[in-house]
């Protein structure tokens, strides 16, 4: 066992990751007794998850998939396939852009045009500076590398409307719409049915077994089902993830509203704190990005010596930022976060810079 793998193990508590260390015994727990199998993706808890998140966000079909990579790309190339460009517009920081090797391109041939800058959400007047034909638009809600962002609700309907004008579909990739729920203060089908398709995850801010899914027209599921066989994704059985989403979306989603009021009292507890900057501030989401004002190295002892005398696990390495003097970190604000007093959070939190 790598001495990473080992500290986190003994590590008693993490807060910084939604719901704490994964405990395999609780996850297994979540599949439940009484889920049906299916056979290739067919029928039991895999059909009973796609048609309660298709009527859950109000539309008339769904189909689950292993991952949302393998999904997004999918759903983007059928859009693309029924109209006459390859070109779909996205965020500079979307998670195609900058987590997918580039498949989007390589396995399914579209052009990307990102628009707007990388430090700001899209506006509609980004959108309004693109000539071109378009095959579909990306909004990722929200925006997780801006520390979960949102646009602004009118923007975004503007947005979209923009998207439909020109006869490009509007996909919405929803990893947290659970998240970005709590923010707009809106239900899920509300926001999910602005656009032509979304894209749901179960094992983010849900904290079941990964896997997610897509919903749209019947055609267009149709179309990516098709996709995920050619892709490997019809695996012989996925009952297990389905059943693990079932059991938890429920009441995961319930947090929401209460997980964002953690949020925004951790990023006022830190209000004072010297060095320890939250992006956005206030949080828009039960999520946010912390500037420390801190060298990588200085950071990284202080991440371990927390791990080694406190039983912390926070941090083992931050994203750097353009300035060397500065890092950047992602807190998920989930079960084991909110078990945590916001003004103990800020203590941990500015420990860091020490
Ligand atoms: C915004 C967003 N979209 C898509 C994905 C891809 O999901 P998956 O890990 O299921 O491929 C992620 C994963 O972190 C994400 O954060």
Redesign the pocket.
């Known amino acids: 066992m790598d001495d990473e793998t080992r500290l986190r193990r003994d590590s008693c508590h993490t807060f910084v990751q939604g719901d704490g260390l994964v405990r395999p015994a609780d996850l297994l727990a979540s599949i439940g007794d009484a889920a049906v199998p299916d056979v290739y993706g067919e029928g039991g808890a895999v059909a009973e998850l796609e048609s309660t998140v298709a009527e859950l966000l109000g539309f008339p079909a769904a189909v689950f998939l292993p991952?949302?990579?393998m999904a997004?790309a999918a759903t983007l190339r059928v859009h693309a396939d029924e109209r006459a460009s390859r070109a779909v517009l996205w965020h500079p920081q979307c998670?195609l852009a900058t987590?997918e090797e580039d498949a989007y391109a390589r396995v399914h041939a579209l052009d990307a045009r990102a628009v707007g800058q990388r430090h700001r959400v899209v506006t509609l007047a980004d959108l309004d500076a693109v000539p071109e034909p378009v095959a579909a638009v990306l909004w990722?809600l929200p925006q997780?590398d801006l520390g979960g962002q949102l646009p602004g609700w009118d923007d975004l309907v503007a947005q979209v409307g923009w998207a439909r004008e020109r006869g490009a579909a509007a996909h919405l990739?929803g990893?947290?719409l659970w998240e970005a729920s709590a923010g707009y203060g809106r239900p899920v089908d509300e926001i999910a049915g602005l656009f032509d398709s979304a894209y749901v995850?179960f094992y983010?801010g849900i904290g079941a077994l990964?896997g997610?899914c897509v919903v749209g027209t019947p055609s267009l599921v149709g179309q990516v089902r098709d996709w995920r066989r050619r892709l490997g994704g019809t695996l012989f059985a996925m009952w297990p993830s389905a059943a693990s989403a079932l059991n938890r979306l429920p009441e995961r989603l319930a947090e929401m509203p209460a997980r964002l009021a953690h949020a925004r009292a951790i990023a006022a507890a830190l209000g004072d704190v010297e060095g320890v900057r939250v992006v956005p501030d206030p949080p828009q989401t039960p999520m946010m990005h912390l500037l420390f004002s801190v060298a990588e190295e200085r950071f990284v002892a202080n991440a371990r010596r927390l791990a080694e005398d406190d039983g912390i696990w926070v941090w083992p390495k931050p994203m750097p930022t353009d300035d060397p003097d500065v890092v950047r970190c992602e807190l998920s604000v989930g079960r084991a976060t909110c078990a945590l007093e916001p003004a103990r959070i800020a203590e941990i939190l500015r420990s860091l810079c020490d």
Request: proline share 7%; charged share 35%.
């Open positions: 991952s949302g990579t997004q998670h987590h990722e997780r990739d990893a947290r995850s983010k990964p997610c």
